[in-house]
């Protein structure tokens, strides 16, 4: 297991659209054991694995109380089941510090593999739909911080582009 350095807005490798897994194997299960340990020690819901710099479809989640409900998905797709729109306050790890309302379906089909290969079907509503929406757009190299206004994303940036100035 190794804690995975998690890349920060607005650095560009957060653009990058993840490639499909082509197969489920021990590479892969190794990834998702760093990614669940970088995340629960964060500490973190959501963690897709463009934040740590892998450019695969890899996503761990786990928005239990008690941090005892690990989800992975691999290669995931959605699809919405219903055009209610729910609003949630948003964080990301790789955009620390910073929180803002997005709009997103409230419910969605998710269908992925999970850490077997072996594929599986969800159709989460509220927060754990809110979260594997928020990861799939890490996947595609887009981040929560895109659906609010410019002057906003434009002050996270030059914030954390301050801070990782100082950091340095
Ligand atoms: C994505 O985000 C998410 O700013 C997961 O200083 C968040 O785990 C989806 C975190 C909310 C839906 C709703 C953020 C930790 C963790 C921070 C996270 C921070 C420390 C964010
Ligand atoms: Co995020």
Redesign the pocket.
Known sequence: MALLPILEFPDPRLRNVAKPVEQVDDRIRQIVDDMFET?YE??????AATQVNVHEQIIVIDTSEDKDEPLVFINPKIEILDETLFD??????S?????EEVTRPQHVRVTALNREGNSFTLEPEG?LA??IQ??VDHLKGKL?VDYVSNIKRQRIRKKLEKQHRADA
């Open positions: 995340m964060a500490p973190g819901i959501g963690l949630y306050e948003e964080g990301c790890l955009v620390p510090g910073f929180y927060l809110v979260c928020h990861e929560f």
